[in-house]
T-cell receptor, first 113, second 116 residues
Framework: DTGVSQDPRHKITKRGQNVTFRCDPI?????LYWYRQTLGQGPEFLTY????????KSRLLSDRFSAERPKGSFSTLEIQRTEQGDSAMYLCASSKNTGYEQFFGPGTRLTVL | AQKITQTQPGMFVQEKEAVTLDCTYD???????LFWYKQPSSGEMIFLIYQGSYDQQNATEGRYSLNFQKARKSANLVISASQLGDSAMYFC?????????????FGTGTRLKVLA
């Protein structure tokens, strides 16, 4: 399977703990996106990478959130000191430089107790 | 600011009939792209169709077509010959082309239920 993969698929944590999610994009895709989706809503943009450079970051991304893509391949999204409001599905997507279509991964569902 | 509006929270359609899902958008950028995605209960977002703002003809992909009315700023999705497997959430999205942003804005979605 050469699609976008995300790990873990589900994460349950206690409030105040740190969590880290991983996204592996399609290998030839330079662009990588993170989104957050809460129940009954569409995905909300969080951040965007062009290769290893983080070029855009939403105001939704508080200081507790950080994302990296160290070698321009996989990416990690870390949430520090989780809050119940962080409970959501975190989606990763990738695309080619020249393409407009984003390919989404299956998402990581985070539950903060 | 760019915005996507989907006013139909839920829709029903009889199997084998056609259905139209509404989407209106707002942008001041003359160059933009419009997208439709399907999200089954499994959660994965599946790309369906794309329409560029300068495209002269409406986009079509198999049973999916996009009714693009630029002056009205609408980009409705038409699904012909509905199948039970079409039951899912459908999201309209937009990306501006010249504003320097790469982010995609999604609507709140329409839940489609196909009836046997």
């Amino acid at each position: 399977d050469t699609g976008v993969s995300q790990d873990p698929r589900h994460k349950i944590t206690k409030r105040g703990q740190n969590v880290t999610f991983r996204c592996d994009p399609i290998s030839e895709h330079n662009r990588l996106y993170w989104y957050r989706q809460t129940l009954g809503q569409g995905p909300e943009f969080l951040t965007y990478f062009q290769n290893e450079a983080q070029l855009e970051k939403s105001r939704l991304l508080s200081d507790r959130f950080s994302a990296e893509r160290p070698k321009g391949s996989f990416s990690t999204l870390e949430i520090q000191r989780t809050e119940q409001g962080d409970s959501a599905m975190y989606l990763c997507a990738s695309s080619k430089n020249t393409g407009y279509e984003q390919f989404f991964g299956p998402g990581t569902r985070l539950t903060v107790l | 600011a760019q915005k996507i509006t989907q006013t139909q929270p839920g829709m029903f359609v009889q199997e084998k009939e056609a259905v139209t899902l509404d989407c209106t958008y707002d942008t001041s950028d003359p160059s933009y792209g419009l997208f439709w995605y399907k999200q089954p209960s499994s959660g994965e977002m599946i790309f369906l169709i794309y329409q560029g703002s300068y495209d002269q003809q409406n986009a079509t992909e198999g049973r999916y077509s996009l009714n693009f009315q630029k002056a009205r700023k609408s980009a409705n999705l038409v699904i012909s010959a509905s199948q039970l497997g079409d039951s899912a959430m459908y999201f309209c999205a937009m990306r501006e082309g010249t504003s320097g942003t790469y982010k995609y804005i999604f609507g709140t979605g329409t839940r489609l239920k196909v009836l046997a």
